[in-house]
């Protein structure tokens, strides 16, 4: 009950969480819009009324105070906890001068300047809120896949009991739960019970619902559309395919890209110089006749100037929003670090099996010598009925079970590196041997086999010791893997690679069908690492079952996620939840778009701030433009670190 109980808490606390920060924007924007009064009263009752400073300074502290005392706040809490140089400190210390520079001897009030410097910084903090608000909600429609209720199937005496709502941590292995039509699959498991179609668009970014029938594997966080299910747990609800997906994006944002890791300590080491160069620029002209209050309001430019907001707040906001835009697409990227790779790959090197093709065997031609291709196909699909290699089930797949046509089968005998033999009742009534298997079965029965043009596995049918025919089987390519290629290659990737331990002739046919690069076939999992040992700035494409330690040796590994498959959520930097190959080129794109935004916002911001600093050494900025360097560039910086969020 303790992981029930931990369940609902995290369920609670995402809830609050927004809710808090709903709360928090309201009050922002009540407290903006009194301000915005309280201070052009204060701007009417200077020009009208003829009051003394000190008078002045009480009617302006009632709008400053309003607006500032969450900053003033947070530069106390920052001195306290020994972390001073912080942009609320910052603003306190500008907007203070600003407030006393009027008491200096044949200095102007500047009191409207202090109350506007603090509510335009406050403007700046409410579109920043805002634009997490709207990163959080990108990621947030995964929350909205996390299940809440699973209804528990008990047992009476070996038969089924009744049902229980139970929440699904709750749920064991092995057990047997109900879903119902709209409601979410709360575990992964397999279906025992009743078919449906499922609606996987939270988990792959696709709105085509997906068909299951009983024997189909269902996987937590898809939505149930119409009939009832049951079905078989295979596992517990935190190893779930909900579970680890949820807590890969939450934890995406801790991996910072190696521009974010820049910024944090390029402001941690740049904000004190800044508060002491503004110090010197207060002090040493007036110790050569400067004047005092001219230089205290260049130098509380300075300050203004000079604050890192834009750069601090709208880079991460950057790549978080990348990150969300992209797991809306069924792509998880697991960290911003990985954008910073994925931009710069110009080599993109794919497994073949499970990747470019579907990994299944499918007949893919039938050509018959002595019967029809109906009756072939029959024969081959009947003789094979008892096996369970995939050849044996792509046969089956491709003759329908029903049409049997009273075919009988008997002395089924299964040859080691040959095939199957059986006797069967033929379709004139006759009993006949039917050898069906690969060149070497043929020789032994005396059957004259000829080749085949088509490349794949050929599987050879004889009756009574007669050729009668072979049959074609392949692995089929992805419809969009040729699509997925000539994308990459319009992205200007210099390479696309086919690794594959499949024969050459294989290889060779898919890798001209895609338009590849080149490939290399015939390798085992330590030729694959020893290939790409030669490679620079390369993405690796794999299922993430086979290939894993070529994933963890790759710049960066991408798997096919396969409605999660575990080994690949785990070996990968990037998971493609809906196994399509075409979006790798828009997982690049998605990379370079947001790394291009946050240098946008780099050289924005800090082109902006040079200009103005410059300005103000000559004495024609005023504290104005400087809000506008800092809060204006930090709102357009936001604005701008939005778009990321635009697929």
């Known amino acids: 009950m303790a992981h029930s109980h931990e369940h609902h808490c995290e369920s609670c606390s995402h809830e609050h969480e927004h809710h808090h920060e709903e709360h928090s924007l309201k009050k922002q924007l009540w407290l903006i819009g009194i301000t915005v009064v309280l201070l052009i009263g204060a701007v009417l009752v200077e020009k009208n009324l003829s009051l003394s400073t000190w008078q002045l300074l009480l009617v302006y502290l009632i709008p400053y105070l309003i607006i500032g005392h969450e900053t003033l706040g947070e530069a106390w809490e920052g001195i306290r906890e020994g972390d001073a140089f912080n942009e609320h400190f910052l603003m306190s210390i500008a907007t203070i001068g600003a407030l006393c520079i009027g008491f200096l001897p044949g200095a102007e009030t500047e009191f409207p300047e202090a109350v506007f410097v603090m509510l335009f910084f406050q403007i700046g903090e409410l579109f920043e809120g805002y634009a997490e608000g709207k990163s959080r909600e990108s990621i947030a429609h995964l929350m909205d896949i996390?299940?809440?209720?699973?209804?528990?199937?008990?047992?009476?005496?070996?038969?089924?009991?009744?049902?229980?709502?139970?929440?699904?941590?709750?749920?064991?292995?092995?057990?047997?739960?109900?879903?119902?039509?709209?409601?979410?699959?709360?575990?992964?498991?397999?279906?025992?019970?009743?078919?449906?179609?499922?609606?996987?668009?939270?988990?792959?970014?696709?709105?085509?619902?997906?068909?299951?029938?009983?024997?189909?594997?269902?996987?937590?966080?898809?939505?149930?559309?119409?009939?009832?299910?049951?079905?078989?747990?295979?596992?517990?609800?935190?190893?779930?395919?909900?579970?680890?997906?949820?807590?890969?994006?939450?934890?995406?944002?801790?991996?910072?890209?190696?521009?974010?890791?820049?910024?944090?300590?390029?402001?941690?080491?740049?904000?004190?110089?800044?508060?002491?160069?503004a110090l010197a620029l207060a002090i040493i002209p007036t110790l050569f006749g400067g004047s005092f209050a001219t230089w205290l309001y260049r130098a509380l430019m300075f300050l203004v100037v000079s604050c890192p907001c834009a750069l601090v707040i709208s880079v991460p906001l950057t790549f978080f929003g990348g990150i969300g835009g992209a797991s809306r697409k069924g792509i998880l990227i697991k960290g911003a670090n990985f954008m910073d790779v994925l931009a710069k790959v110009d080599t993109v090197v794919f497994d073949k099996t499970g990747t470019l093709t579907h990994g299944q065997f499918a007949v893919e031609a039938v050509h018959p010598d002595t019967c029809d291709e109906h009756q072939l196909l029959h024969l081959a699909a009947h003789v094979e009925h008892f096996s369970t290699h995939p050849i044996g089930a792509a046969l089956r797949d491709a003759f329908p079970d029903e049409?049997?046509?009273?075919?009988?089968?008997?002395?089924?005998?299964?040859?080691?590196?040959?095939?199957?033999?059986?006797?069967?009742?033929?379709?004139?009534?006759?009993?006949?041997?039917?050898?069906?298997?690969?060149?070497?079965?043929?020789?032994?029965?005396?059957?004259?086999?000829?080749?085949?043009?088509?490349?794949?596995?050929?599987?050879?049918?004889?009756?009574?010791?007669?050729?009668?025919?072979?049959?074609?089987?392949?692995?089929?390519?992805?419809?969009?893997?040729?699509?997925?290629?000539?994308?990459?290659?319009?992205?200007?990737?210099?390479?696309?690679?086919m690794l594959t331990g499949d024969r050459k002739e294989v290889a060779n046919h898919v890798a001209q069908a895609l338009g590849l690069s080149e490939y290399h076939a015939e390798?085992?999992?330590?030729?694959?690492?020893?290939?790409?040992?030669?490679?620079?700035?390369?993405?690796?494409?794999?299922?993430?079952?086979?290939?894993?330690?070529?994933?963890?040796?790759?710049?960066?590994?991408?798997?096919?996620?396969?409605?999660?498959?575990?080994?690949?959520?785990?070996?990968?930097?990037?998971?493609?939840?809906?196994?399509?190959?075409?979006?790798?080129?828009?997982?690049?794109?998605?990379?370079?778009?947001?790394?291009?935004?946050?240098?946008?916002?780099?050289?924005?911001?800090?082109?902006?701030?040079?200009?103005?600093?410059?300005?103000?050494s000559f004495g024609l900025a005023t504290l104005w433009l400087a809000v506008f360097a800092d809060v204006g560039v930090t709102v357009l910086a936001v604005l701008n670190a939005m778009r990321a969020l635009k697929i």
């Not at 995406?252 to 190696?258: D, F, L, M, T, V």
């Not at 992805?478 to 290659?489: G, P, R």
């Not at 030729?527 to 620079?536: F, G, N």
Request: one cysteine or more.
């Open 146 to 277: 996390r299940p809440d209720v699973a209804h528990l199937e008990g047992e009476k005496e070996g038969r089924r009991g009744g049902v229980e709502d139970v929440t699904p941590d709750e749920v064991a292995v092995g057990s047997v739960i109900v879903i119902r039509p709209g409601e979410k699959v709360p575990l992964d498991g397999v279906v025992i019970e009743g078919s449906s179609a499922l609606n996987t668009v939270a988990l792959t970014g696709e709105s085509l619902p997906r068909d299951v029938n009983v024997d189909d594997e269902v996987i937590s966080g898809c939505v149930n559309l119409s009939g009832v299910l049951r079905v078989r747990t295979t596992k517990a609800f935190g190893e779930s395919t909900v579970s680890k997906i949820i807590s890969l994006v939450e934890n995406a944002g801790e991996r910072k890209s190696q521009s974010e890791t820049f910024i944090t300590r390029f402001a941690r080491i740049y904000t004190p110089i800044v508060v002491f160069l």
């Open 403 to 497: 049409a049997t046509d009273g075919c009988l089968v008997s002395d089924v005998e299964e040859i080691a590196g040959h095939g199957i033999r059986a006797r069967v009742k033929m379709f004139n009534g006759q009993c006949s041997m039917v050898n069906v298997g690969n060149t070497k079965m043929m020789d032994a029965v005396g059957a004259k086999w000829h080749d085949c043009h088509h490349v794949g596995t050929i599987i050879h049918v004889a009756i009574d010791g007669q050729y009668a025919g072979h049959i074609v089987i392949n692995d089929q390519i992805k419809s969009d893997s040729a699509e997925a290629i000539a994308a990459l290659q319009t992205l200007g990737v210099k390479k696309t690679v």
């Open 523 to 616: 390798l085992l999992p330590a030729d694959k690492v020893a290939q790409v040992e030669k490679l620079t700035n390369f993405a690796f494409v794999g299922d993430g079952i086979n290939d894993a330690p070529v994933l963890a040796r790759a710049d960066v590994g991408i798997a096919m996620g396969g409605l999660g498959s575990d080994a690949a959520i785990e070996a990968a930097d990037v998971v493609l939840m809906d196994d399509k190959p075409s979006k790798i080129a828009l997982a690049i794109r998605i990379a370079r778009r947001t790394l291009a935004i946050a240098r946008q916002n780099v050289w924005f911001a800090i082109g902006v701030k040079v200009a103005v600093l410059i300005l103000a």
